[in-house]
Each structure stands twice: as C-alpha cells, then as structure tokens.
C-alpha cells in the first residue's frame, strides 16, 4: 500500500510539472524601424512560453496569450502570417495561439499601406500593392533573423532556418507569391473584363478604389519569391493574378484551403487557380464557408465590401472550424520542421 501510495504521489507531481512547463502563447509588439523608401512595419510576435495566458481584448478581436510572457530557449521555426487587404495583425490570433503553442513563433505584421487604418497601397498607379507586400514580410523575415533576441532561437538545418508562411486572402497572395508565384496584373483587366458579374465583389472594387491591376504595366513584375520561406499555407488566396508558369515552377509544399461559398473571391477563378497549376499542392475545401471564415470572430461588426466579417452562412459554426484549422496548420507546418 505505501508503495501504491508513493507510486500514485509520484504521477500527481510528474502531472504537476507537465503543466507547469505547458506551452502558452506570449504576446508581444514588435517594430521594425522605417527607412528612407519603406515605413515601420508593426509585428505582433507570438511565442511559445510557460507564462499563463489570459483572455486579452485587442480592439475587435480577443487574443489568448501572456503578454510579455518569456519566450522559450528555442523555437521550432519562425511563422510569418499575413493578414487580408484592410485586414490587421490580431485578426487570426486563434492560429497564431495555436501555433506558438506548438513550439512556433509566429510574425503576424501589419501591413503599412494596406491594413485596416491605411489602403495607400490599393490606390497606387503602378500596381506596388503586388510587389510591396511579398517585400514587407520579407523585411520581417531580415530583421527577426538579424535581432538578438531571437535569431538563435530559431531552429536551423542544413537547408538555413526553418521559415513558413500563412496568410490569408491578399495575405494568401503574399505568401504565394515568397513562394514563387510571379503576378501579372493585366490577367486581372481581362478577367474582369470577362468575368465581372461571375467575380462581381473583386472586379467591383475598381468601382470604389482603385483595384489591384485596373492601371498597372503590362509586364509581370519580377520575381518576389524569398528563398528562405520553405513552406506555406494559402486561405482562401487572391490568386488570378499569377501565370500559370510561375506556379507550375513552385517546389515548396504549398496547401491551399478555399471557402466553398466565398463571394469575395469565388474559388474557381482564384484558389482553384493556383490548385490547377501548383504542383503536388494539398487542396482543403471548407463547406458552406464564406471569406472571412479564418478571421477570428470580432467582438463587434466590422464592415467589408462584402458585409460584416463577423457574418457566417446558416449552419456555419466558425470557432469549430477555427478549432479545427489550429490543429490542422500546426500538423502541416510539423511534417516539414520535425
């Protein structure tokens, strides 16, 4: 009996210390100073920490997490997550939690110029929306790899550090095109100009500011992708823009989910696109879903050209399908950073 009685103390305090030292999301800002032609970049940093998390209310949005919590010795891999055109940085904070969890830190930045304060991007002539947002997260990607405080705790191979991408919507576009994905804004004009009132809430944009690619040169732009980022994920992805070619040459693991019911960009013009033409690319269909289903549910009601982003179809539960992808994202991102 007394050695039963030891043996079961024994579990309870091995319990005990598991919990303890139980992964948590920390959160905190960082900013990337400006220079002479780039703004400040603001970076919400997620990290795997021991501190406890608490419910943190983020303008619209509730974030998980420590704040200021200490981050762990290491990291699996650094995470850069990018947000939607008008979007903000704590808009996925669920998935960013989740994979901080996992032993991740995750770079969530604001976009400058095309976040939910400023859209100066959209309204640029020379089409710099598609160029500058694959060059901002790799700016982040520059400055985490060169700050003291993190870049040895990132995990290395033989491949360099272990870098991955999420983003979602022109987010979806950004990291796309760090993989490899060349845009060509004039495929917009002619999809437009074809299919307006089958694409009617991307081509109408044009009509309320001035759209990606509705005045922009004729020539693709050069390539934007990183090196560095070694796999990512695509949500529900602007994706008529790229050339078939420039995604047929993408050897990253690239996963691509699509909202079946999304209006803003309707699938078979965007994320059925890059699916037809990456290879090996994983393919998720997410039933009875529209756009904004991997945004973290608002805390009030945010307006978007198409309704509020709060807004689900009948039937649509999105914090299960939330819970869901901050099980699924994690396991992708884990098969290629063991």
């Known amino acids: 009996m007394n050695r039963l009685f030891k ?98 830190l995750v770079a969530a930045l604001r976009h400058p110029g095309d976040n ?34 993190w870049r040895d705790r990132i ?24 993989a490899g994905g060349e845009p060509d804004p004039s495929r917009i004009a002619s999809h437009c100009y074809a299919e307006a009132q089958e694409d009617l809430i991307f081509c109408g944009m044009g009509t309320r500011e001035r759209a990606p690619g509705t005045a922009v040169p004729s020539q693709p732009h050069p390539r934007l992708a990183d090196a560095r980022v070694r796999a990512v994920v695509a949500l529900a992805p602007l994706g008529v823009v790229f050339t078939a070619r420039s995604l047929g040459d993408i050897r990253i693991p690239v996963a691509i989910y699509e909202a079946e019911d999304d209006r803003f960009l309707v699938p078979r013009y965007h994320s059925e696109w890059v699916g037809r033409n990456v290879p090996e690319v ?19 009601s945010i307006a978007s050209e198409n309704g509020d982003v709060g807004a689900d179809p009948p039937g649509f539960d999105r914090r299960a399908f939330l819970e869901q992808l901050a099980q699924e994202i994690p396991a992708f991102f884990d098969r290629f950073f063991p």
């Open 282 to 300: 994983q393919m998720h269909r997410v039933p009875n879903a529209w756009h904004f289903a991997f945004v973290d549910p608002p805390t009030r």
């Open 7 to 104: 043996t079961i103390i024994s579990l309870v305090v091995l319990m005990l210390v598991d919990a303890a030292t139980a992964h948590q999301a920390g959160l905190r800002q960082l900013t990337i100073a400006g220079t002479s032609d780039s703004p400040p970049i603001v970076v919400a940093l997620y990290y795997p920490t021991v501190a406890p998390a608490q419910a943190v209310s983020m303008g619209p949005f509730v974030a998980h997490a420590a704040i200021q919590g200490p981050p762990d010795a290491t990291v699996k891999g650094l995470i850069i997550l990018s947000h939607g055109t008008g979007g903000s940085e704590l808009a996925h904070s669920s998935l960013a939690e989740a994979l901080a969890r996992d032993g991740y």
């Open 116 to 149: 939910w304060q400023d859209r100066s991007l959209l309204k640029d002539p020379g089409g710099a929306f598609f160029s500058e947002r694959p060059r901002q997260v790799t700016r982040v990607i520059d400055a985490l790899l060169n700050d003291p405080q």
């Open 155 to 178: 995990a290395r191979d033989a491949s360099g550090p272990r870098i991955g991408a999420v983003g979602h919507s022109a987010g979806g576009y950004t990291v796309l095109a760090l």
